[in-house]
C-alpha cells in the first residue's frame, strides 16, 4: 500500500512516519525536508497545481494530511494562507480521493468552537469559531465532507512534542529566562502528546482498511488525551515533570491570570475540551493519561539533550 504523508516535517508527521510505516511504503512530502530523511519531496502544498501534480504521479492508495497553518494570531493577519493551507488544500485532497476512491485521513481542531458548552463537545454540536484560524480549519472539514470521498478528520486539541513550536517546549525556554511566569488559568482543553495521536492514525487506518464487515465508518471523530485541565495547571505540571527530570533547575513562580489580562490578535475558546466517546465504542481507543504521556515525552527529551 502507498501512503502520502503530507506535513511529514511538521510536530505531528514526524511522530506519525514511524507508526504508520508498517502499514505500507510512507512517501513524505512538506516544504522543507523532514530531518533525517533526504528522500522528502519538497513543495509548496499550497500550491494546489504542483500538488494536484504529485498525486497524479505517486497515485497513493491513503493519503495523511498533517499540514497545517497552526500560527493562530499569525491567521488574523494572513487569512489567505491560513485558508490555502487549512481549507483549499484538504478540499484539493479530497477532490482527487474522490475521484480516485481513495481514503484520506485529516486532522482538525477543538478551535471550531466557541467554547461556551458546559460539557464536552461531540461531533455534531454546533462549530463557531472565534477566529480566522478555527474558520479555516472548519472551512477544510466541510470540504472534505462536502467531497463525499473515504475520509476520517481526527478533531484534536493542544498538541505538544518535544521538538516543533508548542506549549511544552514554550513553557520551558521560559521557565529557564525568567524567575516569575505568568500563565492563563480559564482556558480549559486537553493537551494531547502528538505521539498518542499518531499512534491513533495508525490504528484508524488499519480498521478502515480491514475486511471486516464491521469496519467503521467514514466520518469525524474526536481524538485528544484524556485529561481536561488548564493553561496554568498543564504549566505546573510540565514543570514538576522538568524538574524531577533534570531539564529543569527550579519551579518557576507561578502567577495565574485571566484571558481578559492577557491579551491576544484572536480570541480563544475558554472550554474547549472534546468528548471522545465515538472513537472509543468505532475504533475501540482509550485516550492516554496526560501526567504519563507528559512524563514520556520531557523523559526523552532529556535523554536527548544528554547526549
Known amino acids: 500500500m502507498n501512503i502520502l504523508l503530507t506535513g511529514a516535517a511538521g510536530q505531528l508527521g514526524q511522530e506519525l512516519l514511524p507508526r504508520i510505516s508498517p502499514l505500507g511504503r510512507v512517501t513524505l512530502a512538506d516544504r ?40 493562530v494570531d499569525l491567521a488574523e493577519d494572513n487569512a ?6 487549512n481549507s483549499e488544500l484538504p478540499g484539493c485532497l479530497a477532490r482527487w480521493s474522490k ?34 484560524y478555527g474558520e479555516s480549519k472548519l472551512e477544510g472539514e466541510r470540504a472534505i465532507t462536502s467531497s463525499l ?31 516569575e511566569l505568568s500563565i492563563v488559568s480559564d482556558q480549559k482543553g486537553c493537551p494531547t502528546w502528538a505521539r498518542n495521536l499518531a499512534g491513533v492514525t495508525a490504528k484508524v487506518m488499519a480498521g478502515l482498511l480491514s475486511d471486516s464487515d464491521e469496519r467503521p465508518a467514514s466520518g469525524i471523530y474526536h481524538y485528544c488525551d484524556g485529561d481536561a485541565v488548564t493553561w496554568y495547571e498543564f504549566a505546573r505540571t510540565i514543570f514538576s515533570i ?28 475558554l472550554f474547549s475540551v472534546l468528548d471522545t466517546t465515538k472513537i472509543r465504542r468505532e475504533f475501540g481507543i482509550e485516550p492516554a493519561g496526560m501526567r504519563q504521556s507528559l512524563q514520556s515525552c520531557i523523559k526523552e527529551m532529556a535523554e536527548n539533550e544528554s547526549r
Open 32 to 71: 522543507v525536508a523532514v530531518p533525517g530523511k533526504a528522500e522528502t519531496l519538497k513543495l509548496d502544498l499550497g500550491d494546489l497545481n504542483r500538488v494536484e501534480i504529485m498525486l497524479n504521479r505517486l497515485r497513493p492508495d491513503v493519503i495523511v494530511n498533517a499540514a497545517a497553518y497552526t500560527a
Open 149 to 179: 470521498c473515504r475520509h476520517v478528520i481526527l478533531r484534536t486539541s493542544w498538541v505538544y512534542s518535544g521538538h516543533g513550536n508548542n506549549f511544552v517546549l514554550t513553557m520551558l525556554r521560559l521557565a529557564r529566562e525568567r524567575p
Open 242 to 269: 522538568a524538574v524531577e527530570a533534570g531539564i529543569l533547575d527550579r519551579m518557576p513562580e507561578m502567577e495565574s491570570v485571566l484571558t481578559s489580562g492577557f491579551p491576544q490578535k484572536a480570541k480563544r475558546p
Open 99 to 132: 475521484r480516485n476512491d481513495r481514503l484520506l485521513l485529516h486532522y482538525s481542531t477543538d478551535y471550531i468552537f466557541n467554547g461556551e458548552s458546559d460539557r464536552p463537545y461531540i461531533e455534531q454540536d454546533l462549530a463557531v469559531p472565534l477566529g480566522v
Open 80 to 85: 489567505s494562507v491560513a485558508f490555502r493551507v
